[in-house]
């Protein structure tokens, strides 16, 4: 859909949207996920949205809060963080939203990180967060209903693209979070690159476009927000994944998209076929990056729509995101598209030696043009060394190994740095998981490295299954079908894996884990039984 440019922030493309749709829906909270603080689903037009935000810009220019100020909200999956990004960016005022399942040192260290002067939050966390925040200077906790707005003349600030809009701390699996800067330019470059797309993804103003993942998350802040803002669409939030109720939530929102990750699509295959499970006349398509390869074909055809996969990063932002929303799509192969006309990109070995066609290599991205970081973050807050590593050479060093195939398609392969070194070969955890999840009865896993003495890491397998499976047996499934040196040297047995907040395997936790299990001898040690005579 070709939308309306040219504007310098968030808010003020929000305005223009408020003069065109007035009366249409903008935000909206299903009945399903209101029931904590309302009596039933929750919605606001355009209009309605707007009186609101104004009401917000009110109250908060009673803060002594000038330009370039950051302030944390923790509104869980509430519409409240869209509204007070919208009157905080009229502000020139850039959000930081916090994660509530998050742990206390982590909620410290983003909110000390971030020198933010104000935190606003849900009644509930009003306590928890003061707490928090005791011994951080000049930095306000307030529960939302102390904003209250006065009769005063609104003083909004003429800010530009380059401006802070939101401060966004990644999942911090291997370490403490990073703040990833994201400009007004970065959330209008993403809404502009998704309604430009076409294809099987193309929007129109009667779009719906259900989401469960956070709004503390770049998909649905940074990606499904602007999206619905700039085409005259509707932002459904859901609170969190509830997968029984899933299809009768789709069915009464009267969704046309569907955005999730991780092990959603998964799930959603496990549950009983039911004779109402073509979704073909009312859902476009599910954008579903990540999701489990094996599942991606027999997921379309059971349901009638397409589950499109894609990639990006919170750091890469619009200028280097590429998505398989038009054939050759190679259904069921971690294909996530050609790289569009505006970006660059490089795959090269350890040596930063561009490789062929056919061999994987890490992932290098920029923009075209004058300016290679354009749409991208303007960089991590208060680590100017990192931001300039991930940019060596010229080029965002994605961290992601991929392969090129002969039509220009991109092929997903795994993250560098869950690549296992074991004597001298490269194993990419996704490949063992993928063998492992053929297995009938293994319902999900995660692999990664352990230290070998001899040699240098070995692969460490962890299986959940609600049946009686024998390491032994899940080996030889295996080795049928890797290469001797893949097939995992340990096995061990749990009942759940350790999530992000954005349903991923959260692969520092799973290292860690790994570890622990290893040295306390809690695993089958399958090592003996990995020769050469087996590839």
Same mark, same amino acid.
Not at 6 to 22: I, L, N, P
Not at 387 to 413: I, K, N, P, Q, Y
Not at 510 to 524: H, M, Q, S, V, Y
């Given at each position: 859909?070709?939308?309306k440019r040219?504007?310098?922030?968030v ?6 949207a408020v ?5 249409r829906?903008?935000l909206?909270v299903p009945?399903i ?8 689903a ?5 209009? +309605?949205?707007h009186?609101c ?10 803060r ?6 950051r302030? *944390?909200l923790a509104?869980? =999956? &509430? /519409?409240? !963080?869209?509204?007070?990004? /919208?009157?905080?960016?009229?502000l020139?005022?850039? $959000?930081?939203?916090?994660?509530? @399942?998050?742990?206390?040192s982590?909620?410290s260290? $983003?909110v ?10 849900l009644?509930?966390?009003?306590d928890? /967060?003061? =707490?928090?925040?005791? %011994?951080i ?10 904003l209250?707005p006065?009769?005063?003349?609104m ?7 380059m401006t802070?809009? *939101?401060l ?6 291997t370490g ?10 970065y959330?209008?470059g993403?809404g502009? #690159?998704?309604?430009d797309l076409?294809?099987i993804?193309n929007l129109?103003?009667n779009d719906?476009?259900l989401?469960p993942?956070?709004?503390n998350?770049?998909? +649905? ?12 669409g509707?932002?459904i939030?859901v609170?969190?994944f509830?997968?029984?109720?899933? #299809? ?8 046309? $998209? $569907?955005?999730c990750?991780?092990?959603m699509?998964?799930?959603?295959? !496990?549950l ?5 499970d ?5 859902i476009?398509?599910c954008?579903?990056?990540g =999701?489990d390869?094996r599942?991606?074909?027999?997921f379309?055809? &059971?349901?009638?729509f397409?589950?499109?996969e894609?990639? +990006?990063m919170t750091e890469?932002g619009s200028?280097?995101i590429t998505? +398989?929303?038009q054939?050759?799509r190679?259904v ?8 569009f %006309?505006t ?6 070995d350890?040596?930063s ?6 061999q ?5 991205v920029r @923009?075209?043009?004058?300016?290679p970081?354009?749409?991208?973050f @303007?960089?991590?807050y ?12 010229? #080029?965002w ?18 993250r ?6 074991r @004597?001298g ?9 993928a063998?492992?999840l053929?297995?009938p ?5 995660a ?5 070998d ?11 959940i299954s ?5 390491a ?5 499934h295996?080795l049928?079908?890797?290469t ?6 340990y096995?061990a047995f749990?009942? !759940?894996l350790? /999530? ?5 395997v959260s692969?520092?936790?799973?290292? !860690?884990?790994?570890?622990a299990?290893l040295n306390?001898g809690d695993?089958?040690d399958l090592r003996?039984r990995k020769r050469?005579?087996?590839s």
């Amino acid at each position: 859909m070709t939308v309306k440019r040219g504007f310098s922030t968030v808010f003020q493309a929000f305005e223009a949207a408020v003069k065109r749709h007035a009366t249409r829906p903008f935000l909206r909270v299903p009945a399903i996920s209101s029931g904590t603080y309302a009596d039933d689903a929750v919605e606001y037009s355009y209009a +309605a949205a707007h009186l609101c935000v104004l009401r917000l810009i009110s109250a908060y220019q009673e803060r002594s809060l000038v330009p370039g100020d950051r302030v *944390a909200l923790a509104f869980d =999956s &509430r /519409l409240e !963080t869209y509204l007070h990004l /919208l009157a905080l960016n009229a502000l020139g005022i850039s $959000i930081v939203p916090l994660n509530s @399942s998050a742990t206390d040192s982590d909620i410290s260290h $983003i909110v000390s990180h971030s020198d933010c002067r104000l935190i606003v939050v849900l009644p509930e966390y009003l306590d928890r /967060l003061k =707490s928090i925040a005791a %011994d951080i200077n000049d930095c306000q906790v307030i529960a939302e209903a102390e904003l209250v707005p006065v009769d005063s003349d609104m003083d909004l600030v003429a800010s530009d693209l380059m401006t802070e809009a *939101a401060l966004l701390y990644t999942s911090g699996t291997t370490g403490k979070p990073k703040g990833c800067m994201l400009s007004n330019e970065y959330f209008l470059g993403i809404g502009y #690159w998704y309604n430009d797309l076409g294809g099987i993804c193309n929007l129109d103003e009667n779009d719906r476009l259900l989401t469960p993942l956070p709004p503390n998350h770049m998909n +649905a802040l940074c990606t499904s927000f602007p999206a619905m803002l700039l085409c005259g669409g509707c932002v459904i939030q859901v609170d969190r994944f509830h997968p029984r109720s899933w #299809w009768q939530t789709v069915r009464e929102e009267d969704a046309t $998209i $569907i955005h999730c990750l991780g092990v959603m699509t998964a799930i959603l295959l !496990t549950l009983p076929e039911a004779v109402d499970d073509d979704f073909t006349d009312q859902i476009k398509f599910c954008f579903g990056p990540g =999701s489990d390869p094996r599942h991606q074909l027999v997921f379309e055809k &059971r349901f009638g729509f397409p589950l499109v996969e894609a990639w +990006a990063m919170t750091e890469s932002g619009s200028g280097g995101i590429t998505i +398989a929303h038009q054939d050759p799509r190679h259904v069921g192969q971690r294909c996530i598209g050609r790289p569009f %006309d505006t970006t660059e990109c490089r795959i090269v070995d350890e040596k930063s030696t561009d490789v062929v066609p056919g061999q994987t290599g890490e992932l290098l991205v920029r @923009s075209k043009g004058d300016n290679p970081r354009k749409r991208f973050f @303007s960089g991590y807050y208060k680590d100017e060394v990192a931001t300039e590593a991930g940019w060596d050479g010229g #080029w965002w060093h994605t961290g992601d190994v991929v392969r090129e195939g002969e039509d220009g398609c991109l092929f997903f392969v795994d993250r560098r740095k869950n690549v296992i070194r074991r @004597s001298g070969e490269n194993i990419a955890a996704v490949e063992v998981e993928a063998t492992l999840l053929q297995h009938p009865n293994i319902l999900a896993c995660a692999v990664c490295a352990v230290p070998d003495e001899i040699r240098g890491d070995e692969v460490f397998s962890f299986i959940i299954s609600d049946k009686e499976l024998r390491a032994e047996d899940i080996f030889d499934h295996c080795l049928a079908n890797l290469t001797y040196f893949k097939v995992p040297g340990y096995i061990a047995f749990v009942p !759940t894996l350790p /999530l992000t907040a954005s349903q991923k395997v959260s692969r520092g936790e799973i290292k !860690t884990l790994a570890r622990a299990r290893l040295n306390e001898g809690d695993c089958t040690d399958l090592r003996s039984r990995k020769r050469r005579t087996h590839s």
